[in-house]
């Protein structure tokens, strides 16, 4: 769900779009947008607080004998509900290793690759300390 | 007093066709997007996400667009939009030791693992107004990369704290108040403050940080770290029952290290003032981390005479969307309240001018 929940929905549709066409899927919870309230710590390590709340979309989706569920940040109905159907469809034993190559290894890869690029040009920005030597 | 009034319809609609209309402003100029103001205003989005505390860059965005600029106005916005929403639930409290960072400083430990990480940064820019950026169409530089290893970037409070010369915080895992929930009430506990903070005016906290520096409320505060960057938010659906990692949010970590000369149960030790915000705000996570510690005075066993050590003056004014609710309102039509007090008025300008006739005679 932290890769699906971190793709766009221009992405779950492509990769999907690839796909052999998935078993008829039954909607059992319309895409809903709704608010999560975020907490922090105080101190960072602390007693929790409420930071403030962000968006987040759900969805629940059943599949032949499986149920998926996603809450996705954001709200985006056809990603919540992309995001569910796939969550489903992974449970399948049948077809969990296709849609793990096919949809879920290439969208991590790319998500790690962007990352590390951030981390690199953060790297990039770290400072070198040097002392003057007294000269004498 | 209020009356119902009816009429002005006309001059209403004709006034919004007008805002609308200098909204757009020049025609022969190509509108601006929602897209571009959440790509190339996102400190104007980062704010307003904050202070409307609510996390959705393109409502933040589309806010920003709606209120031509005005960012209390587009944060009023966003407060209006999420109460339209049913609540799913609470995260779990950001492990913010655990984020991506694009930044991380101290101004405490020139060496210290991870190093100091600039990121972008406006410090060290010379504040020089920049006139190629007035020539459009041109690509920004590459940015240079490095090798990196970003693990291993311990916290500048916990390096202290193991030395036990950082008092450690208290850690009761209660359920926090919550101001969307509750009115204030005092005295707040620290997690309602923090909330209240969070959410607050920059205006307002930059003001009373920086009047704690200047000696109202007596604060010698360092920045042990500033920390900028990104954290997966994670909640537990009831249907599910476990953990689901939801996304990610951008978020800045400020701990500001003050003194404290002890008390009769506590050694003299280190104290933390908590910033955490929304987006990359370092201004305003400063802020919050002076204002936080001055509201810890009385807990501490400090004189608290300062305006930023008050916890009611602070908590009942930060808020922008209610201060600015309760100025404007003075606009609307008080025709009635004036009427009586300009009759009030009258009243004893006859008596004063009765009185005095009958000095006179």
Known sequence: ?136 | MYVAVKGGEKATSAAHAWLDETRRGDTALPELSVAQIEQQMALAVDRVMAEGSCHDRFLAALAIKQAKGDLIEAAFLLRAYRTTLPRFGASAPLETSRMRLRRRISATYKDLPGGQVLGPTFDYTHRLLDFALAAEGRDAPATPEAPTDMTGVPRVTEILAREGLMQREALNESEPGDLTREPLSFPASRPVRLQNLARGDEGFLLALGYSTQRGYGNAHPFVGEIRVGHIGVEITPPELGFAIDIGDIGITECQMVNQFKGSRTEPAQFTRGYGLVFGHGERRAMSMALVDRGLRARELGEEADAPAQQEEFVLYHSDNIEATGFVEHLKLPHYVDFQSELENLRTIRRAAEVELREAAE
């Open chain 1, 1 to 136: 769900m932290a890769v699906l929940a971190r793709a766009s929905a221009a992405e779950l549709a492509d990769r999907l779009a690839a796909l052999p066409e998935l078993p008829a899927a039954e909607t059992l919870r319309a895409p809903e947008t709704g608010l999560v309230m975020v907490r922090g710590r105080a101190g960072g390590d602390g007693d929790a607080f409420n930071l403030g709340e962000m968006t987040v979309t759900r969805c629940a989706i059943r599949l032949g004998a499986h149920i998926g569920h996603a809450y996705v940040a954001g709200r985006d109905n056809a990603k919540a509900r992309m995001a569910a159907l796939l969550d489903a469809a992974l449970q399948d034993g049948l077809l969990h290793d296709a849609l793990m190559r096919a949809v879920v290894e290439p969208l991590a890869a790319a998500q790690q690759e962007a990352r590390a690029l951030e981390a690199r040009k953060a790297a990039a920005t770290r400072v070198d300390f040097f002392t003057m030597a007294t000269m004498r």
